[in-house]
Structure formats: C-alpha cells, structure tokens
C-alpha cells in the first residue's frame, strides 16, 4: 500500500509514491513517543519555548522550497501557500510567548484549613501534559492546520510527543515538512521521539486506537471525523478526540445594513464564498437575506472565478452537493470556469425563507467549495424564529447598520449559541491566531464545544490537572513552589496574581 | 415501575415507594430545562451566587430532616450526615465565591491589528453555559454528590438548567432534597424548569440520549458509567460525559516511615480503609510496603468494625470482589462483623510484588468497601518498574520520612501521571471542596481527565468559549466590555490583571 499526491491543475501523480506505514512501524512510532514523553513533558517551558521557536525558524528558513512542493499538491498558489506559511511558523511563535507567560498551567495554591467543612489540606494544583497526542493533518491548510499546524504546535508546547497522520492527498508536502521540524527539533535537543509522522488510512485507525496516544486532534470531514471520534470512544480507555468537522456558518444581513451598502455587501460576500475557491472552514454556505438583495449578490457571484479543488473527491463531492442543491433551491449565478483538472464553478443558490424552515436539515448539509445558499427573508421575525434551529458552525454572521441594532443584538442572542465565533460586519474566512480567538462550536462543527483548535488556549486540549497535598515545598514544581521562582500567574487562596 | 428504598440497617423497606418518571414526563422536564436555559443563562452572575446562597442556607435549615430520611435509607448515621449536608452546602456557598470573582469566564480582549500574519481583527472571548445538564447521582454521598452535591451546584452555578437522575437507592431522600432546592431556587427567581429530578434506569439512560441535554455528570460504578459514556458518545450529536466511576487509589508507604512512626502508620490506614465502612471512591485500595509492616497492618485492621454497606447490590459485590481477593491473595486479617441486614466486615488481603506483578489487571479491580490489598515489597525499584503500569486513579499517596526524600520524589513523578491528586504523608479519603482541588484522574478513575468533579474549576466542565468579533462595545456582554464595568480579571492583549 502507499499514498500518492495528485497535480490538482493536471489530475497527474505528483512524485514519487510515499509507502504507507506498516502497522509494525506504528507500533514502534508510539512505543517511541511514549518513551519520549518522560523527557519532554519535563523539558523546562522555556527550553520548550526555544524549541518551537527553533521549528517556527526552520520553517521560514524553507519556506520557498515548502512552498513549491505544496503548490504542486494542492494548486493553491504560491502567494496563499507562503502566508500560510507564515502563519504557521508564527502560530508556533505564540505558542512559545504562551509558554514563558506561564499562566496556561493555571497554578493554583491553597493553604490549609482545619477551621472549615470539609477541612482543607494544603493543596497546590497545576495542569500538565495528558501523554503522546495523534494529530490528523487537514488538506486544505497543507501547512497551518496539518504537519506543523496547530494541533501540533499547541501539543508540543503542551509537552505532548506528536505523532502526524499525513493527509493522504500530499504526502510530499507532508514529507518535507516533517523532515523541517524533525531535524529542527533534534537540533533543539528535543528528545528522540518526541515527533514523527505516518501514513495512510490503516495507520491513522491504529494510532487512534494506540494505548500510548493519549488524545488526538483532527480537521476535515463529518464522516471520516465521525468515525475516527467513534474509535477513540469505543477504545477501552476512551481518549479525547477533537475533531473540527463540518461548519455550514450561517450569516444573516439584515435590512439596514443593505440599504446602507449594498454594493459593497454583494463585493465581500462573493469574495468571501470564493476565496481559496471556497476551500474554508470558515466559507459562508448559508446566508439570510432581504429578498431584493438577491439580484446584486447573484451579479457579484457572476463575477468571480473557479478553480481547482484539492482533490479530485473533494471536486467529484462538491459537483454532487451543487447538483443537490440545484434540485431543491434555484441557480440564481455561476462563477467563470476553471481549465483545472480539478477545476469548479462559483455557484450561487436561492431559496426562500418558509421553503427552508421546511425542511432545515437538507438545506444545511455542507457543501464545500464555492456554493453559497441564500435564504430570501421579507420578515425578521420570522427569520428569527428559525435561527436557533441551525446546526452548530464554527462562525456566525450579522451585517448591519446602525439601524439594525435592536436585531442585530437578537441574532447575536442565538447566534451566540450555535457557533464558536459571532461576528459584526466582517466576514467569517480569516482566522486569527490569538488568545481570543475560539475556533470551535456546537457538533458537527467539532466532537467537543469546550475546546478551540485555534489560538492560545487550544493548548488547554492537551492538558490535565493534577494536585500534589502536602508535598515539601522543594520536591513541588517550581510553578507551585511557595516563592514563585519563575513570576507566573497564579490563584492563590482564591486570589489571582503574581504571588 | 416504581422506586424503591431499603434500611440497610435491616431490609426492610423505606418509605412508600416512588414512581418511576415516564418517558413522556421525561420529555417535557427536558423541554421545560431548554426553556430556562436562555432565562437562566442570561440571569446574572450576581443574582445566581445569591441563588445558589439561597439553596444553601435552606439545605442547612432542613438539614435536621434531611438527615433523618438519609440515615434511614443509607445507615451512614446522623453525624456523617449532618457534617456532609454542612459540605453540601458550603459547596453551593464556594460557587457563590466563584462567581462573583469571576474570573472563570476567563474573559479576553484582544485589539485589532492588521501588520501581523495572519491579520488580527478585535476579538472578544469569554465562556458561557452549554445548555441543560443532566446530573447522575450517586449512592455513597447521598447530598454531597446527589441531588444538592457538586455537579449541581456546578452547573447551576455556570447557568445551565440541571435535571437530576435520582439514585434508584434513595427515592425519599432525593425526593425531600429535591423538594428544597426547587422551592428555594423558585423563591430566588429563578425560571420553571431550572431544577427537576427523574426517576428510574429508563428515566436515565432517555436522559443521557435527549437531544435538550447538552452534557452530564455521573459519579458511581465503572459499569454503569461505561453503559452512560457510551450512550452520550453514541448520539447523533455527541455531548460532554463527565462519569467518575472507579478508582483503587494506590498507595506507597516507604521504609524510613515505617521506621519512624510505624503504629501511627498502620493506624491511620485501618481507619482510612473503613472509614464509611470503606464507601468512598478515594478508599485506599491497594497499598505498597516493607514485607515486615504486614504484621502491624493486619492487627490494626483486626481492631476495625464493619458496618451496614448502602445497598444489597452493593453488599453483594463486596462479597464477590473479597472472594475473588481471597482466590488470589492472603487473608491477613478481619474486623469486627456487623450485625446489619446489609452489615460486611473489613478484611485485608496481602500478596507479594513478584505475584502482583505477574497479573497487575486481576489484582486492581476495584473492590468497593472496605476490602485492602497490601503488596509487600523487598525492592524498592523493582516497585517503581510497577507504578506506572498501575491503571488511572482519583488519589495516588506517599508516605516517607526524610531519609526517603529521593523516592518520595521517584513516586511523584510516576504518579502524577496516573492519579488526579498525588498526596505525601496523609491519607486519601476527606476530599477538601477549594480552588485547588482535583477529584479526577485517568481512565478508569474518570472518562475524562481533564477535569475535576470537585472544587472551584468543576465549573469549566459545563462552559464553551465563545467569540464575538468586531462587535459595538455596547452590545457586548459586560464581561467584555471595554471599561470593564464589573471588575473581573481578564486577559488584554495577551496580560492577565483586571483591565
């Protein structure tokens, strides 16, 4: 068996065929991390600060030459592929800032006391690394949310050894990123272990399943995070599984807003749907509009270009979503053709509101790529009545002006609810990476609310608390230690700050 | 179907018996629970810690009845019970505590910047309710961790509705607790449909799967909890399950304190292992030591007493897991019998390391009760290879003098990683409720070890983060309004303090 990328412009193999790894080789993959982990998890945070700082260089220093090998895989271009290179070399440089801030451990001291009911023990209490973690690389971010991306930037910073499952569809990309943050690493005297990669479908099974990985991390679809969740649960000692799923992330532009800037609405939302020929987690599938601002909306689609698609199932599923929604909405735009192998067409649907609400859970099934479905409002009432009924989405959207107010703060009251990031007047494609950022939500956009895979907390998915009662003060953690030798945040006797 | 309660104390049944809640009943608790959900939530931090004090103070002006129906279907005796409704209540009171500091909402601010890759819009980031809660009581704290106990103060503290699963041993005693909170909660203004309780297996396992529940919380057998898990993990929409389920505490007693205060030593473990007639989920189940401390451990455990055990069911595994011990290990010593309908006896097993080490499975399934197995160990690091292969734990303990600095330390490091509390030179049972506290562990303590079931930070089990982005200051949560109007720490561009 062995995993082969495709030229998505040409539909040829790209490079030589990568051999999957035998379920022998998986084994020793994780007996390795599991070995690895001791070490790690107990590498100072600021070594390990150094060490994801030392990998974020690397990764510029071969920035062009990763560049070059993921366009050949994907086809999404060399200006796109070097900021998201940069990205992710930077999303590894806020993971060490987290890191040295020391907070994330959220080092807690209470002292004892007898006086109380129950009696209190002296307690001191930090959260540390949970043990070797699976990550699932994404094909549509090759570099921020697959080999080096955020899932295993957050889980090295964490203390977790990483072990990668490669997408399946650039396994060169995914080769020559690994071999960047191996050596770099290695160079920074991370122990032997502490990160590999593997390839192919039977190999990503067996790592969930693996009684050394501790939890994994996945972007992609519904159906293959499903059934990875289902392993990870269905083990006898069930693991955290993160998956980010699917996300249809609704957006509703309310009247005001049109009336206000119309032409400008119709620009942003066709730019959005089609950037990165609608290749986002973040793409805006479904949107809520006043029925007259179709026609403008359809005239901006018209405008936009196709392109190639990653794959050629992910083009032959994106043919079979439009051809679905052709049959239940109207065609109201399509977008220029792309030449590509893999290429599609920008598509614009319509529906109105009361056809919709009878039948939500068709019209909401994703469609990735550069479909949008419009839902025409006349009533906003109405409209809301149905908004808390969508699925969960990792955002959601209001456009409004300031005439809107009263129902802009109404659908922020549901929306708030149903997806992990409510936004005003933007639009959903762009994720930061910060320390506010939440890029999670309501199932199916992820296996697990609580948790963001993007930005500074991600790292807490990694993470378990422990609490040492009564230890001498010099066999503690220095992050629990009574002087505070390293000037972290802490709570202590309920008190947060730097004592 | 009906419920039923027993006298352990002798088999008699208790009380009439109570209605097992219908699957229709069961519907429209859940429905009336997402109703209060939006009230509830969107009721203010200020008014639910006064909610929550409200619920308090009328558990501890009923606390005279309360323990009477208690101590007549758990025979645990008034002055346990009186001193855990006191627990139950100062539970609520901590949350109170929690809300109003307020920093779980773990509210950040990050300001715009366009000059970084990727491009950082405003973002706004707090946590906030998931939704109704389903709260799975448990037998062996029939307030602390029952109707009135942890997961439901937690829970309601967050915001989210909580709808109770009655211990199917403890109709009366639910039922009068239930009665309480509910009045009290409605006399505080909260909404219909805050606080309900169901009745029966049935009632549970609808419970877990309805699709108004957004998370539960379990405390009780690794059966039963599997069973649970697996149906939470099984819906359509997969939600959060926090089960604690079950847990044998290992326990290292080490040869320089066997030296220095052995009598004080054995004591305080026959008292430890029969505290409650051994019904706590941090018993010290099994227990490393010196080959010659066996002697003085068996007489002290000879000088114990049994006690009724809360159920017939319960009584009968103790009897089966002593068998199963008594196969495979050696009776070292008895206590006093009981003269109980559901009365057992301490009883403390011994096996050498080489034997335990031969099958580590077989020798730690948790036998609940008052049952120890003691290893007895020549080697000191032919015990510290074992350690870490001993499964998950709520507790892992040391108890060394000086001259054992350098393996207390060995024994930290192993069993931070298999127990949620590592705990030096006292015993596991008495869970303190504080900031610090962890009451969690790996796989089987809990199905999930980022987490605690006790303490201030069992709050974050029941909130997902959410993000608004570009929002008018005004129409944001005060929590995250820019002059920040309640005073709460928060996190602003990156620094914790209260800006």
Not at 157 to 167: E, F, R, Y
Not at 244 to 268: D, H, Y
Not at 458 to 465: E, F, G, Q, T
Request: a negative charge.
């Amino acid at each position: 068996m062995s995993v082969q990328g495709f030229n998505p412009r040409t539909g040829q193999a790209f490079g030589a065929a990568t051999a999957s790894t035998t379920a022998a080789e998986v084994d020793a993959i994780c007996a390795r991390a599991q070995q690895a982990f001791a070490a790690w998890s107990g590498t100072s945070r600021d070594a390990r600060a150094a060490a994801l700082e030392k990998v974020a260089d690397a990764i510029d220093a071969h920035a062009g030459e990763l560049a070059a090998v993921a366009d050949g895989e994907t086809a999404l271009g060399l200006p796109r592929l070097n900021g998201e290179i940069k990205r992710t070399s930077n999303q590894l440089r806020l993971f060490a800032t987290v890191l040295r801030e020391g907070s994330y451990v959220e080092a807690t001291l209470d002292s004892a006391d007898a006086g109380i009911v129950p009696p209190r023990p002296e307690l001191r209490r930090m959260l540390q690394p949970l043990g070797p973690v699976a990550v699932f690389s994404a094909s549509n971010f090759p570099f921020a949310f697959s080999v080096a991306g955020g899932d295993t930037a957050s889980a090295l910073a964490a203390g977790c050894p990483v072990v990668v499952k490669a997408h399946s569809a650039q396994p060169a990309t995914s080769h020559a990123t690994a071999q960047v943050v191996a050596r770099a690493l290695a160079e920074a005297g991370a122990p032997a272990g502490t990160f590999d990669i593997v390839y192919g479908t039977a190999a990503g099974s067996q790592l969930v399943r693996h009684p050394a990985i501790k939890a994994a991390g996945f972007t992609g679809s519904t159906t293959g995070g499903r059934t990875l969740f289902d392993l990870a649960q269905g083990r006898p000692d069930p693991i955290p599984f993160y998956g980010e799923l699917g996300s249809i992330n609704p957006g509703v532009i309310l009247p005001g807003a049109v009336a206000e800037r119309g032409a400008e609405l119709a620009q942003g939302y066709a730019q959005s749907l089609t950037l990165g020929v609608g290749q986002f987690c973040t793409n805006p599938g479904l949107t809520f509009v006043p029925t007259p601002f179709v026609g403008q909306l359809a005239e901006a689609v018209g405008r936009t270009a196709g392109g190639a698609m990653l794959t050629a199932r992910i083009r032959d599923a994106y043919t079979a979503g439009t051809q679905a929604l052709a049959a239940h909405a109207r065609l109201d735009a399509v977008g220029n053709a792309s030449e590509d192998a893999y290429g599609v067409q920008p598509q614009l649907f319509t529906v109105d509101l009361a056809t919709f609400a009878g039948d939500v859970q068709k019209y909401t099934e994703e469609c990735f790529g550069p479909a949008g479905l419009i839902v025409t409002y006349e009533d906003v009432d109405a409209l809301f009545a149905l908004l808390g009924h969508l699925p969960g989405s990792l955002t959601a959207s209001v456009q409004a002006a300031a005439s809107d107010a009263d129902n802009a703060a109404k659908a922020a009251a549901i929306f708030r609810h149903i997806a992990g990031r409510v936004i005003y007047n933007q639009w959903p494609t762009g994720v930061a990476v910060a320390w506010g950022m939440q890029h999670g939500g309501p199932w199916p956009a992820t296996t697990n609310a609580l948790h963001t895979s993007v930005g500074a907390t991600s790292i807490r998915r990694w993470l378990a608390p422990v609490t040492f009662q009564g230890w001498p003060d010099a066999m503690l953690p220095q992050e629990l230690q009574d002087a505070n030798p390293m000037k972290i945040p802490r709570r202590r006797d309920g008190v947060l700050g730097l004592g």
